[in-house]
């Protein structure tokens, strides 16, 4: 079997184009040839996202080998040596596959992890930043259809503005078509009330990092659990005072400290206080605010995304910051039960985009990114702080 005939059947013709074209940009003298410390970014370029460190470490290694004479190695030396290499990887990326002659079942194994997750439930950890006085706790119980925030589930006499941000956690465990769900929400109670706001993003820093680090020891402890409980903070809801003018000092200050360490979604808090024009207007002076300051909000753009995702985050970033209104009310408008708000003027139906983008927050949290906010906390936040904790202690 010749070459190209071996490479089509181990790679697309889109993966086989892109490897042609990244080997031509590397030929810069147009020799046919690039140097052999080039096999490493030329693949990587390309096959990033199919070939796992040590598969790329062992195609350089060989790489080096065929091109020890010279130092250059041409395109078929380069396919060849590729194709070599994918002839002994596994097929989980789909490219090499091997026909069956009968029923197996390993299919079933997606109905195994189905049962095993149900049994052992799901986790998810919300915080919630802002100002007194935006909603806080009723957006979140009108997120769950139920009374989930601090202020609702307990019996707390009503508190004068603490003098320093506090930092309360509350823990539910929710059921939905027997999938259980335990979900921590934490409120920042005095953010931003004080008449001096300097620092006051500190405690909810601290309060991240303090998670991750009851992870890392948990993790490193010799004897630990089959299951490490998780209460790192998956996603921040950051609430935006609907001014109409900008973000102000505070906000960007606090989610210019947050975004390197938990995954931040603004939300414009109280929106049906703002025509819809006025509503466009100042969302627009946020996203260049955030853009100027440059703040990384979820979903980032900064990490590499296939196709899928990129689709799937193009709608969320166009409405980002999402303009919201919270209600826990239910109220009968022509003989059904709407979650809204009655006003002088008219009616605002939570669950109506054409109202607000409550919807699209909803959607996003917990119908179609809440694994991703997860694995980002764990791939990304978490795997950064475990980085700079173990290169202060020394360890390689």
């Known amino acids: 079997m010749d070459s190209n005939k071996a490479a089509t059947q181990l790679l697309t013709e889109s993966q086989i184009t892109a490897l042609e074209n ?64 994918l002839h002994t990887t596994t097929t989980r990326w789909g490219a090499l596959q091997t026909s069956l002659d009968g029923y197996v079942g ?31 706790s009723t957006l979140v119980n009108t ?12 019996n707390e006499p009503p508190q004068k503005i603490p003098k320093t941000v506090e930092i309360n956690t509350v823990t539910h465990v929710i059921e939905e078509k027997n999938v259980r769900l335990r979900l921590s929400i934490t409120d920042t109670p005095g953010f931003g009330d004080q008449v001096n706001n300097e620092n006051c993003w500190l405690p909810i820093y601290d309060q991240i990092n303090k998670q991750f680090d009851k992870y890392l020891t948990e993790e490193r402890s010799v004897v630990r659990r089959k299951q490490i409980p998780d209460s790192r903070i998956h996603c921040c809801l950051y609430f935006i005072a609907p001014t109409g003018h900008g973000l102000k000092a505070l906000d960007i200050s606090c989610m210019k400290k947050l975004h390197d360490v938990v995954n931040i979604i603004p939300v414009i808090a109280k929106a049906d206080t703002m025509t819809i024009e006025e509503r466009d207007a100042f969302k627009d002076r946020i996203r260049e605010d955030i853009a100027e300051a440059e703040i990384k909000v979820y979903p980032s753009s900064l990490l590499p995304e296939d196709e899928d995702v990129l689709q799937a985050n193009a709608p969320i970033r166009k409405h980002l910051p999402l303009a919201v209104v919270g209600s826990d009310r239910a109220l009968t408008i022509n003989n059904k039960s709407i979650l809204g708000r009655q006003t002088k003027w008219g009616f605002v139906e939570v669950e109506n985009p054409n109202h607000c983008e409550f919807s699209f927050l909803r959607d996003m949290l917990l119908r179609t990114h809440m694994q991703d906010l997860k694995d980002t906390t764990h791939e990304e936040h978490y795997e950064n702080y475990r980085r700079q904790k173990l290169s202060e202690e020394g360890n390689p």
């Open 22 to 85: 990244a080997f031509k940009a590397g030929d810069v003298e147009d020799r046919g040839v690039v140097d052999a410390g080039q096999v490493q970014f030329i693949v990587q370029q390309v096959l990033g996202d199919v070939l796992t460190v040590s598969e790329v470490r062992t195609l350089v290694q060989k790489g080096e080998a065929v091109g020890a004479a010279t130092g250059v190695i041409n395109l078929q030396e380069f396919k060849d040596l590729l194709i070599d290499l």
């Open 106 to 136: 390993f299919d079933t194994v997606l109905e195994q992890q189905r049962k095993k997750f149900l049994k052992k439930g799901f986790e998810f950890n919300l915080m919630v930043v802002g100002e007194s006085g935006l909603g806080k």
């Open 143 to 154: 997120l769950f259809k139920s009374k989930v925030s601090r202020t609702s589930c307990t």
